[in-house]
């Protein structure tokens, strides 16, 4: 999946919401102490310098025409990306329950759980997710208002 940081980003996104929960104990683990010396050895007891960005990328959609979208995904790294969403796919997916704009913004909350903003396709149709994870109009289904 990548780096340290993209694994530990995906899980901060994958517990919003949630609290302290994972992203504390995350958070936690990477600045705690090391763990003691072992059978007599003589080790620093010092911090590990490592930092962590913990932020959840922001996402921002802005509708260009009636089936396509510009996203920006903020993070870290930012991208850009336009994807088209027919109306009969919003239909089936959301029926009168939310906007496209929504649902592309779930969508991307769904994506940003399973691979960091930059391994997302720059151009695509909604309908390419499925090819990818076969769970995504199940889930996308719960997530919706």
């Not at 990306?81 to 009168?96: E, K, M």
Request: proline share 8%; aromatic share 6%.
């Amino acid at each position: 999946m990548g780096s340290l940081r993209d694994k530990i980003a995906v899980v901060a996104g994958a517990t919003r919401g949630a609290g302290r929960g994972i992203a504390s104990a995350l958070r936690e683990a990477v600045e705690g102490s090391t763990s003691p010396p072992e059978s007599g050895c003589e080790m620093s007891q010092r911090k590990p310098e490592l930092e962590v960005d913990l932020t959840v990328p922001q996402i921002s959609v802005q509708r260009a025409d009636d089936s396509t979208f510009h996203v920006t995904v903020a993070g870290p790294s930012t991208t850009t990306h336009d994807v088209t969403v027919d109306p009969s796919y919003h239909q089936r997916l959301a029926g009168n329950r939310c906007p496209p704009e929504v649902l592309v913004e779930r969508s991307f909350e769904f994506l940003l759980e399973r691979e960091p903003n930059t391994a997302i396709l720059r151009r695509f149709d909604l309908t390419v997710i499925g090819q990818y994870f076969p769970e995504y109009e199940r889930e996308i289904r719960k997530r919706l208002p």
